[in-house]
């Protein structure tokens, strides 16, 4: 669905938190992916759909050594296109979260072969890591 420059400006009348339209026009104004018009902070979503397991809190205690159990990607064995690690190490770069890092990096490391790996994306990883 898309709203037309009318339908938008209706939304944002019809909010009546001030925080929620500058987090609307934030995201306007700094999205750039062709995505967004249909699925507005695609790289958020994306990042929050790759560390949150799809598995229960129950599951995962049995096995807490793998990092990526109940990975929805994990789980069907698949490479990701290189931008997609690249998105994902620059969230995780934003918020902080050194447990989804190093889920960003076991992932790398069990379903990508090295030669595969280009160095910027070795660079920004070992940058990263280093904050």
Do not use: W
């Not at 009318?6 to 934030?26: F, H």
């Not at 062709?34 to 790759?50: D, G, R, S, V, W």
């Not at 799809?54 to 069907?76: C, H, M, P, V, Y």
């Amino acid at each position: 669905m898309k709203l037309s420059q009318k339908g938008l400006e209706e939304y944002i009348l019809n909010l009546e938190s001030v925080s929620e339209i500058e987090k609307l026009l934030l995201s306007m104004v700094h999205q750039s992916y062709e995505l967004n018009h249909i699925i507005p902070n695609i790289e958020m979503l994306m990042y929050k759909m790759f560390c949150s397991p799809i598995s229960t809190k129950e599951q995962r205690s049995e096995d807490n050594t793998n990092l990526l159990k109940g990975n929805l990607f994990a789980a069907k064995q698949m490479q990701l296109p290189l931008s997609v690690y690249d998105s994902l190490l620059q969230t995780v770069g934003v918020t902080q979260k050194k447990k989804h890092f190093k889920k960003i990096v076991k992932y790398i490391q069990e379903h990508e072969p090295s030669d595969r790996i280009p160095q910027q994306l070795i660079d920004k990883i070992v940058s990263i890591g280093i904050v």
